[in-house]
């Protein structure tokens, strides 16, 4: 008979640093059940999960839970750990995180994928994991159940960024715009649904586009609720830029990265929420134009 072995939880040991929190090991997590988290701060399908990780942080600590994020970058200036500070500010992370800048930690737990939870129960025992969104209410019933625990369900109001896809009217996949990933690339005066296109001058990189001259534009033809881009710079100062939607200011369907009159400035490296649509989804075409160079793009994400 062939006995199988559940997988201990591998060593965090390889992470490069840690914020709030001391570095944690065997030692500081035996006896507790623990919920390691792999996140990147521009991931959308991250954004969205993050409100439920959030909420079972809070409910479950004092039963001896302790939920432990992993930041390994997808992107190169996703290494800043200042970035990664400031993302924890901004989704209220108070759980320990640790930056995995090397991979070594996404290398020890043979991981794929953003965001993937694991489920160590109290002996150190991976006992379940879920790759992406969803399952929320079964991954809560794992906590609970390692934990010895049984209540209702923590009830969590996911809003901005945060808030679930309209999946019924996402007609459009994630879009990079790096060389390594880029697809459906065309030409501005003929863009179908789904394509893109740029005017201006810019340099294409392994993961981005760069725009070398003011007044660059990259235009999306889309049918989505939200759309987001992933955006950094490399200019000292930040970058206003200006979204339109069928040639027009998005009004009311601008996103929380944008004013009714498609105003929004680039000041660090996240992902944008360009647009959020509140009336009938349908097919629009996106046109963001940046007033200074310097703006890099890596991929358009939507919900």
Known sequence: MTVFERPHMPSLGGATGWLNSVPLG?????????????????????????????????????????????????????HELDLVRQATTDRAIDYPVAADNDYAVWDAFDNHYWPALYFVDAEGIIRDHHFGEGRYEQSERVI?????????????????????????????????????????????????????????????????????????????????????????????????????????????????????????????GRLYQLVRQHDTVRERTLQITFLQPGAEAYVFTFG
Do not use: M
């Open 26 to 78: 065997a030692a500081e997590l035996r006896g507790h059940v623990v919920l390691v988290d792999f996140w990147t701060l521009t991931c959308i399908n991250w954004l969205r999960t993050e409100p439920y990780v959030r909420a079972w942080s809070q409910a479950y600590r004092d039963d001896g839970l302790i939920v432990i994020g992993v930041h390994t970058p997808e992107f190169s200036f996703e």
């Open 144 to 268: 609970q159940r390692l934990l010895g625990v049984e209540r209702e369900l923590v009830s969590v109001e996911a809003l901005g960024v945060e808030a679930q896809a309209d999946w019924d009217h996402l007609q459009t996949p994630e879009t990079y715009l790096g060389d390594a990933r880029s697809e459906r690339f065309a030409s501005p005066e003929d863009l179908k649904l789904n394509h893109w296109a740029l005017a201006g001058e810019w340099t294409i990189g392994r993961e981005n586009a760069v725009l070398d001259e003011a007044d660059g534009s990259i235009a999306y033809r889309f049918h989505a609720r939200d759309a987001h881009l992933v955006l950094n710079h490399a200019a000292r100062d930040p970058i206003p830029f200006r979204v339109l939607l069928d040639g027009e200011a998005p009004g009311p369907s601008h996103g929380e990265d944008v004013d009714e009159d498609g105003n929004g400035i680039l000041r660090d």
